[in-house]
């Protein structure tokens, strides 16, 4: 079926390079609850923050600042910039690993962070600003049930995600239950859940719909070695228990890595890990990502993951998140609105359009199956902002977490690393102000191609990166059968995100 592109407001002014809060400015529809303008920003310029008076909700009375938030190292991986090193760094470890969140203490964090010159600040903890950077929209302004978010962060607590959430104007928001590094966690404090079953009452988040946790990068379902395959299935059990104390009901993860054995058996443990911890729980829904990679990464196509739901005994207990950026650089085109169409229609006839439980709103540095995971500012790669006015007009989306993972990161003013959360709040806005938009129409077409814009010369980077690497392994193959095979498998191991 073909999205809905009929719209009688488009709203976005922004195209300078400076930021335009639009908000109060231009009403985005009828309703007197409204959404806001939308907003995207260069990156460097963006110091405004949204003030707001506007729009009451009762989500934002609780303000921010009532409660003590640390936040300590930031995001999830955002991925993204980990795959244009991975040639360098598949020795250090640290670095292909995605960063860590959870409960971890700002001491523990500079203490097991390895150095990194650019994120030498982010371990420094700070309060989050009483003032949100944007309100919540109310999901009934707007035409089609779009919840959408942001991975945000859970330092000092599993309940700050939620304070974090709505310091961003996020309708749906993952997290991490626990370090990402660490195979051994303390359990959530009693404190820290009471707080978030609070605070999700609060703030009306409706967690067992609107919050989709991400599973632990250490863990590897398909790991084939006993110890090991006992040690991952621990740590996802471990996650699961978390989300059913937590009243989440969707808990996300990668399905694995064959570690170069046959892709069936790989499959077979993942479903045997997932029914075993299926019943040793009641509720919790084990959502499959789909991946970018290729060689051993079990994920990166709808029939990988079709073969584990296929083994699965409870099929109400498994489901699948696409990751827009993935199945992008996996081969699924989602750029035009018949090709979004298309790819839709594959995943109903493969997987099934019923398991569809979440999404991961993510734009591409990398050009099209380049099997490669670089997540991109929305509408600023190389899939750009009409894939996403797909997403967001396609109705069969409604009401699923939507969470952004995108990169946050930009120069501080001394020249270090900071995170700029503006940028997740913005982009909310931005994604929002899609829905009901008419894509044909000049001011649409300003804006994609001021994104484009933004992010060019990262993708001729990456673009070049992919040409040569592709004439590398052509080479190579040629030379020697078997060069490409290892290659690849060498690639996936930095996956992530
Ligand atoms: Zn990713
Ligand atoms: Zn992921």
Known sequence: MMPCLQSPTSVYLLLSTRIVHTDSEVPLRKSPRKTKGAIMEDSVARTTISKASRTSKVETKTRAAKRKVVETSPEP??????????????????LVKPKVEGEQSAAEELKTVAPKKQRATKTKAKPEDAMPLAERTAIASLKKAMRIGAHVSSAGGVHNSITNAVHIGANAFALFLKSQRKWQNPPITAEARDGFRNLSKTHK?????????????LVNLAQAEKEKADQAYGAFLDDLQRCESLGI????????????????????????????????????????????????????????????????????????????????????????????AATMAKFDEVVGSKYLRALHLNDSKAPFASHRDLHANIGTGFLGLRAFHNVMNYNSLVELPMVLETPIDRPGPDGKTVEDKQIWADEIKLLE?????????????????????????????????????????????SAKPRGKKKKAEEDSDGESG
Request: net charge negative; with cysteine.
């Open 249 to 340: 009901r969707l808990y996300n993860f990668h399905p694995g890595n064959t570690n170069g054995d046959a892709r069936d058996a790989a499959i077979g443990r993942i479903a045997a890990q997932l029914n075993r911890a299926h019943k040793a729980t009641k509720t919790v829904v084990t959502v499959l990502e789909n991946m970018a990679g290729q060689g051993n990464v079990v994920g990166s196509t709808f029939e990988d993951l079709r073969d584990i739901i296929a083994l699965i005994d409870d099929k109400t207990r498994v489901g699948v998140c696409i990751d827009t950026c993935h199945a992008f650089a996996a081969g699924y085109d989602l750029r035009s609105p018949e090709a979004f």
């Open 77 to 94: 991986e955002i991925a993204s910039e980990e795959e244009t090193e991975i040639k360098q760094v598949k020795k250090r470890k640290t």
């Open 205 to 217: 988040f409706e967690v067992h719909q609107h919050c989709l946790p991400h599973g632990s990068y």
């Open 433 to 477: 102000s899609l829905i009901g938009m008419d894509a044909e129409t000049a001011e649409f077409s300003a804006l994609e191609e001021k994104l484009q814009a933004q992010g060019a010369s990262e993708r001729t980077k990456v673009q070049d990166q992919v040409d040569r690497k592709g004439a590398k392994d052509a080479k190579k193959a």
